[in-house]
């Protein structure tokens, strides 16, 4: 497995934006896939967007596309999460996963095998 710490959360305004960062130590970092997922209290886990081992496919989802950009640096071993135009609906904990597996980004949180401990991001109105 892969060891993930998630930085960059934090207060801010409508319309603000922030970048997260995802930190990975152990294995091979550059063959997988990584994703970012987010989850308000109460609710299920949802998926935000994922990118391919070398970073050259990425997915969002419907609701953050055109507003977050998900990439990554593999000689960093750092994955990032630019967050624009930021909402009130965007508050939540966001979370980094990796797949063992996968070299393809993919929606399912199923397909992660490996997750950070997530950082809040609390957008006020």
């Known amino acids: 497995q892969v060891q993930l710490v998630e930085s960059g959360g934090g207060l801010v305004q409508a319309g603000g934006s922030l970048r997260l960062s995802c930190a990975a130590s152990?294995?091979?970092?550059?063959?997988?896939?990584l994703g970012w997922f987010r989850q308000v209290p109460g609710k299920e886990r949802e998926f935000v967007a994922a990118i391919s081992g070398s970073g050259g496919t990425t997915v969002h989802a419907d609701a953050v596309k055109g507003r977050f950009t998900i990439s990554r640096d593999n000689a960093k071993n750092t994955m990032y999460l630019q967050m624009n135009s930021l909402k009130p609906e965007d508050t939540a904990v966001y979370y980094c996963a990796a797949t063992s597996l996968y070299r393809s980004p993919y929606r399912s949180e199923s397909l992660y095998d490996s997750w950070g401990q997530g950082t809040q991001v609390t957008v006020s109105s």
């Open positions: 152990g294995r091979t970092y550059s063959s997988y896939a």
